[in-house]
């Protein structure tokens, strides 16, 4: 079974914290437990995402959305979407700087990641998290 869920946000750091719970929500009334590290990478990149949008979104942008979807094998897909036409791009970060991880963690993280252009509406940065299928 898929299951899809998405919701708009204002840009404003508040919201960062907002996708984290309304996406561990999602999750959590679709059967992954509080344990489940698929949810639990799945709230870290929506973390991750959300605050590349409002760090780094157009000014004028009043609103971003994010979509979740739990796939039938446990696994989920993150989306996080704004009007932008930037693409975020993996960087090299020196030891010192307080910023510009986020990619990196996204990229250690997920099994694959990405990023769909919405042509003049913008695009969507997305990212796959496997559902760890191995017993414990």
Do not use: Y
């Not at 508040?14 to 309304?22: D, K, N």
């Not at 993280?109 to 990405?114: E, V």
Request: contains cysteine; aromatic residues 6%; proline residues 5%.
């Amino acid at each position: 079974m898929l299951r899809r869920n998405s919701f708009r946000l204002p840009r404003h750091p508040a919201s960062v914290g907002l996708a984290r719970r309304r996406v561990r929500d999602h999750l959590a009334d679709w059967g992954h437990g509080p344990d489940d590290p698929a949810l639990q990478d799945a709230v870290l990149l929506v973390s991750e995402l959300a605050t590349n949008v409002v760090r780094h979104g157009p000014l004028l942008e009043r609103e971003f959305e994010v979509a979740v979807t739990a796939l039938a094998d446990g696994s989920c897909l993150i989306e996080v979407s704004d009007e932008g036409q930037l693409v975020p791009r993996l960087r090299v970060v020196e030891e010192w700087e307080e910023t510009g991880r986020g990619l990196h963690l996204v990229e250690g993280i997920a099994a694959a990641w990405g990023v769909w252009t919405r042509g003049r509406h913008g695009k969507t940065v997305w990212a796959l998290v496997i559902a760890n299928t191995s017993a414990p």
